[in-house]
């Protein structure tokens, strides 16, 4: 594919930003990709594994002349690094982000544009649970969303060019507004997450089954709880406490959910079970034939049978 910027700006070298540079490479997207990381020894490790083809110590020198910068911070962070940045951004430049809360990042984002700058929200539905410049890997985004969050008033032909950016980073693209992205991702990711991290709580204040046992006969269903929990701690907490509303929404339908399915193995109702149960196997069906996930054993994670 064609080069789409002359020069990228990845504040932030954690997994998404290392993988979107090893993508930008692989795909010929950007004539130069600058890098900042607010941790010295971030950079160095960006220094030392080639990521970016400069990393600054300085976060406006990343951003001076960058055609495209790219937020991959904390959502908690947004605004103040926008701030920072602010002064130093190139008039007809183009400011996107790939945190999993819209509405709260445009809140804060918006107010420091300057003159001229399109900010365009911006979130790849791609990740794992490592973290740090050494965990990305260029195919991360391949046949993964990318949500694209547009504002009234965004440029149309900023939003076309960073839809063919993500598009090169080999992603789907789709747009959505603020308030549905927030609700959808309260779904699909947030209450996840924090289902996950309590489930793994849960386990770990059980006094009568020891840190022993839990570890020895983890069954898989655990092991993935185990997985998503071991997911970046900072990340994960500002994207609850700016996705309240909408994750406090779903975790109240899930508790509901919750209490209906007590009532019915507290009454025996093997029915209610069943039929619940091949209703929401469905959805995993539906998840494989989407090309999201893989039906091969075990998750595709190979390494022999598992009980």
């Known amino acids: 594919m064609a080069q789409i910027y002359d020069r990228v700006a990845l504040i932030g070298l954690g997994l998404i930003a290392s993988s979107m540079f090893w993508a930008m490479k692989r795909g010929g997207l950007a004539g130069e990709i600058t890098g900042y990381a607010r941790s010295a020894e971030t950079r160095a490790t960006a220094r030392e594994i080639g990521l970016c083809d400069v ?64 900010f365009i929200a911006g979130h790849p539905l791609a990740g794992t649970e490592h973290s740090g410049p050494r965990s990305g890997f260029a195919e991360l985004f391949d046949n993964r969303w990318c949500l694209l969050v547009p504002t009234e008033g965004s440029d149309p032909d900023a939003v076309a060019r960073l839809r063919l950016f993500w598009e090169g980073l080999g992603a789907n ?13 309260a779904v699909t990711s947030h209450a996840p997450h924090l289902i996950a991290y309590t489930m793994v709580g849960v386990a770990d204040d059980l006094g009568r089954v020891t840190d022993g046992e839990v570890i020895k006969y983890s069954a898989a269903g655990f092991r993935d ?15 609850f406490l700016t996705n309240k509303d ?59 049978p598992r009980r």
């Open 55 to 118: 990393v600054h110590d300085d976060i406006t020198e990343a951003v001076r002349d960058a055609d495209l910068v790219v937020l991959c911070v904390p959502v908690g962070a947004m605004g103040p690094v926008m701030v920072e940045i602010a002064a130093a951004l190139k008039p007809g430049a183009t400011v996107t982000d790939v945190g999993s809360v819209k509405k709260d990042v445009i809140e804060k984002v918006t107010p420091h544009l300057p003159e001229g700058v399109h």
């Open 173 to 185: 693209v789709e747009e959505m507004d603020a308030d549905h992205h927030d609700l959808v991702l």
């Open 225 to 239: 709880f185990t997985r998503i929990a071991a997911s970046d701690p900072t990340m994960w907490r500002d994207v």
């Open 246 to 304: 909408a994750t406090l929404e779903i975790l109240g339908r899930f508790t509901e959910e919750l209490f209906a399915l007590q009532r019915a193995i507290r009454q025996g109702d093997g029915d209610h079970l069943f039929e619940y149960f091949t209703r929401t196997r469905a959805i995993r069906r539906g998840i494989i034939e989407a090309g999201q996930d893989t039906a091969a054993a075990d998750f595709g994670r190979g390494g022999g």
